[in-house]
């Protein structure tokens, strides 16, 4: 009998143990959530015609003019724009030479009449020495829905006199204002209008000129902007 109990004894205490080894085996309620991210970036892109104008035969007292040339917002993002002009004379100096500018922004393009319209009056008033563009009658930019620039790029022929010598180049900046800032509907289309002044003379014949301009653009959130544009040479007029 004592061996019996004993062999009792260890199976009850066999299935002891047994509890005891699952008790930690339990499970609890659980739950898991997971967030997922993805960021695309914007691009900064523009587009320009990269042919400004060509023209022989030129002579003193002609203006050539351009046709307008769109600077396009082709990306995704605001951005800011740095442009300028520079122009030289193979054979003399650049001095002789007078160059405004007609910009028009907008978001949707006007109509091509009003486009001509201005061009035409612009082309008028720079031949007789006005030299600001001129907005249809009365009508501010909200109401039209475009805003319009213009100027001289070489101001006078004093202030041109700056060049010493013969070739040396010279470049007029822009950008003063929001006027160069582009949404990302928006563009800018320009004109320029080029006339070699009576004055010159038989050392600007069979001479070459050559007139680039250059936009560069950068992203408008802060710290990323251009800044303010130095030695600016360009003084726009901004109709209203």
């Not at 400004?52 to 050539?64: C, G, M, N, Y």
């Not at 993002?77 to 193979?90: C, E, F, G, P």
């Not at 006199?161 to 470049?171: D, G, L, V």
């Amino acid at each position: 009998m004592k061996k019996a109990k004993k062999a009792l004894l260890g199976t009850a205490l066999a299935g002891a143990l047994v509890v005891s080894a699952g008790f930690g085996t339990y499970s609890w309620f659980t739950d898991v959530k997971t967030a997922n991210s993805e960021i695309d970036n914007g691009t900064l892109t523009l587009g320009m015609d990269t042919q400004l104008f060509t023209h022989e035969k030129f002579a003193p007292s002609q203006v050539l003019v351009s046709d307008f040339k769109k600077i396009e917002n082709t990306g995704s993002l605001d951005q800011i724009l740095r442009a300028s002009y520079t122009h030289s004379v193979d054979k003399a100096s650049a001095k002789k030479y007078k160059v405004a500018y007609l910009a028009i922004k907008y978001a949707e393009r006007p109509d091509e009449t009003v486009l001509k319209g201005m061009a035409t009056e612009y082309e008028k008033g720079f031949k007789k020495g006005v030299d600001n563009p001129v907005m249809p009658s009365g009508k501010s930019k909200q109401a039209v829905g475009y805003e319009v620039e213009g100027g001289l790029v070489s101001a006078d022929e004093a202030s041109a006199m700056k060049m010493q010598a013969a070739n040396q180049e010279k470049t007029f900046k822009f950008g003063k204002d929001g006027f160069w800032k582009l949404k990302d509907n928006q563009n800018i289309e320009i004109m320029f209008f080029v006339k070699l002044l009576d004055s010159a003379g038989n050392e600007y014949q069979g001479a070459q000129y050559n007139g680039e301009f250059k936009v560069e653009a950068k992203q408008t959130d802060e710290g990323a902007d251009f800044g303010p544009a130095a030695n600016t040479d360009v003084s726009p007029t901004t109709a209203e």
